[in-house]
């Protein structure tokens, strides 16, 4: 059964770098599209961006000044920083795992997800 | 504001069928860009319920369908059970932003 983890910080310093890992487990990192999506307390979700497991990234127009996400095939990971943080990107960051499937057009759908991280911008 | 537009609240009767809608344009869900839908319980993360416009993953019961229609998208819900409360999200892709987008979320009320 593949799962997801995220890793990472609970709190961060307003104008600093957030940084969190998602650990694939229980299948290859291959052959598939690997997203950050995030949730501020009480709102919707907000997808941030996604990696291919051939490293090339795509990111959310509104966030891509601030974010990069990388993937280390190596060890089952990929990994999202936001740099410059306030305290509107205080949420819970899930990562997720999309599959694109023959006949189907875009987005590849997410089928696993981790649990979640919450990460609170504060000094 | 979100680029796929959702009611912010359904609410129905155990047994009842509810259903939800996804108001996109010509950009995104017009396009031709697939629609799938979540389900995310309070606290927990989104789960998968219907993919491709109008697939069920394995393990959703089919009293979950969806369709797809010009610029729109719709999942309904028949047989309604207390389980089913929870939020509802549409997703799809925008080629104006080249953007995954997701809709605001709809909460379903048994």
């Known amino acids: 059964q593949v799962q997801l983890q995220e890793s990472g910080p609970g709190l961060v310093k307003p104008s600093e770098t957030l940084s969190l890992t998602c650990t694939v487990s229980g299948g290859s990192i291959s052959d598939y599209y690997w997203s950050w999506i995030r949730q501020p307390p009480g709102k919707g979700l907000e997808w941030i961006g996604y990696?291919?497991?051939?490293?090339?990234?795509t990111y959310s127009h509104s966030l891509r000044s601030r974010v990069t996400i990388s993937v280390d095939t190596a060890n089952n990971q990929f990994s999202l920083r936001v740099t410059s943080v306030t305290a509107a990107d205080t949420a819970v960051y899930y990562c997720?795992?999309?599959?694109?499937?023959?006949?189907?057009?875009?987005?590849?759908?997410?089928?696993?997800w981790g649990q979640g991280s919450l990460v609170t911008v504060s000094s | 504001q979100s680029v796929l537009t959702q009611p912010p609240s359904v609410s129905g009767a155990p047994g009842q069928r509810v259903t939800f809608f996804c108001t996109g344009s010509y950009s995104n869900i017009g396009a031709g860009s697939d629609v799938h839908w979540y389900q995310q319980i309070p606290g927990t993360a989104p789960k998968l319920v219907l993919f491709g416009n109008t697939n069920r993953p394995s393990g959703v019961p089919d009293r979950f369908s969806a369709s797809k229609s010009g610029t729109s998208a719709s999942l309904a819900i028949s047989g309604l059970q207390a389980e089913d409360e929870a939020d509802y999200y549409c997703?799809?892709?925008?080629?104006?932003?080249?953007?995954?987008?997701f809709g605001g979320g709809t909460k379903l009320t048994v």
């Open positions: 997720a795992r999309g599959i694109l499937r023959d006949g189907h057009n875009f987005p590849p759908p997410s089928d696993y």
């Open positions: 997703q799809s892709y925008d080629s104006g932003l080249n953007d995954w987008v």
């Open positions: 990696i291919t497991s051939s490293g090339s990234p």
